[in-house]
């Protein structure tokens, strides 16, 4: 089993920036993808950016060239560095990962308002 706790939501205004961070514990050796969804009220959960244990790494077309998504394998610990933040960037932010099944953190808000 993998556990995972994310870290870094809140509250910022349009053109800030974020960090969040997904710290992985539990059975961390079977882990090979990493990464982020996210879901907006009243809409289904959607892929946001994901990396590889290679580093090999997919954005939805929505955020490439604003987010930007890292992981430190020492650290089981995966980052999503989200720059230029839009309103409709909002939405509860999950953390992801893969073994021979998917794996959820709780999930952490981010609100883009001014």
């Known amino acids: 089993q993998v556990q995972l706790v994310e870290s870094g939501g809140g509250l910022v205004q349009p053109g800030g920036s974020l960090r969040l961070s997904c710290a992985a514990s539990g059975s961390i050796f079977s882990i090979n993808v990493m990464g982020w969804y996210r879901q907006a009220p009243g809409k289904q959960r959607d892929l946001v950016a994901i990396i590889t244990s290679g580093g090999s790494t997919r954005y939805a077309d929505s955020v490439k060239g604003r987010f930007t998504v890292s992981r430190d394998n020492a650290k089981n610990t995966v980052y999503l560095q989200m720059n230029s933040l839009k309103p409709e960037d909002t939405a509860v932010y999950y953390c992801?990962?893969?073994?021979?099944?998917?794996?959820w953190g709780q999930g952490t808000q981010v609100t883009v308002s001014s």
């Open positions: 992801y990962a893969q073994t021979a099944v998917s794996h």
